[in-house]
């Protein structure tokens, strides 16, 4: 691939708990760029296949067509010269070489869009998504609405038979809303 030395490539980066319409913005932004005619690929991690292994979809059933991969390494050998925008749904899951993969498509002159889970059901930070918003350019930070008392929640509440997860919980556990609430700081439970 050629440096598109003609433009400054950025990182963009969208965030927050579930059901916060994270891949409906980035659904939004890729709509935004088939009307400016802009050549892009869709990135999506092997392991989120909740609604789709070939598309992005949002929880409202909105949906644009994906590369499936299983690890961010793979998205180098998608990339040709035409391509100017590169976005990567749900980072969470990806290994920390998507760090230095987004970096390099940025300084190559590429708009790169990344979107994903800023905290675990602990309230932890996933460390990709932490480190991406500190290289970000721009980033843009979604609420839901608390089930629980309706403020704005930033939480991604765990929930197993009716119960909040307990911290020595997997960290990892794709699934909706059978096993996930969105909450506000004052509502979000981990029990010990």
């Known amino acids: ?20 319409g994270k ?6 932004r890729v709509k935004r760029m088939e009307f400016a005619k802009k ?16 598309e992005v979809v949002s929880h409202n059933k909105r949906k644009v067509q994906a590369i499936n991969i299983a690890s961010s390494k793979e ?20 290994d920390e070489d998507v760090l230095q993969i987004s970096r390099s498509l940025a300084d190559q002159g590429l708009r790169v ?27 843009t930070k979604l609420t839901a609405i608390c089930v629980c008392c309706g403020n704005e929640a930033t939480m991604t509440q ?17 699934g909706e809303k059978e096993s996930y609430e969105p909450r506000c700081r004052k509502c979000h439970v981990v029990r010990s």
């Open 1 to 20: 691939m050629q440096y598109k030395m003609d433009k400054p490539g950025w990182i963009e980066v969208v965030c927050g708990p579930m059901f916060a």
């Open 23 to 28: 891949t409906e913005e980035l659904i939004r």
């Open 39 to 54: 050549k892009y690929l869709i990135f999506k991690p092997t392991i989120d296949n909740r609604y789709s292994l070939s």
């Open 75 to 94: 998205i180098m050998s998608y990339i040709t010269d035409d391509i100017e925008a590169v976005i990567i749904d749900e980072v969470q899951f990806f």
């Open 113 to 139: 869009i990344c979107a994903g889970l800023d905290c675990d059901f602990r309230g932890n930070p996933f460390p990709v998504v932490a480190n991406l918003l500190a290289m970000a350019e721009s980033i």
């Open 158 to 174: 765990r929930i197993i038979n009716g119960k909040p997860a307990r911290y020595s919980d997997p960290t990892i556990l794709v």
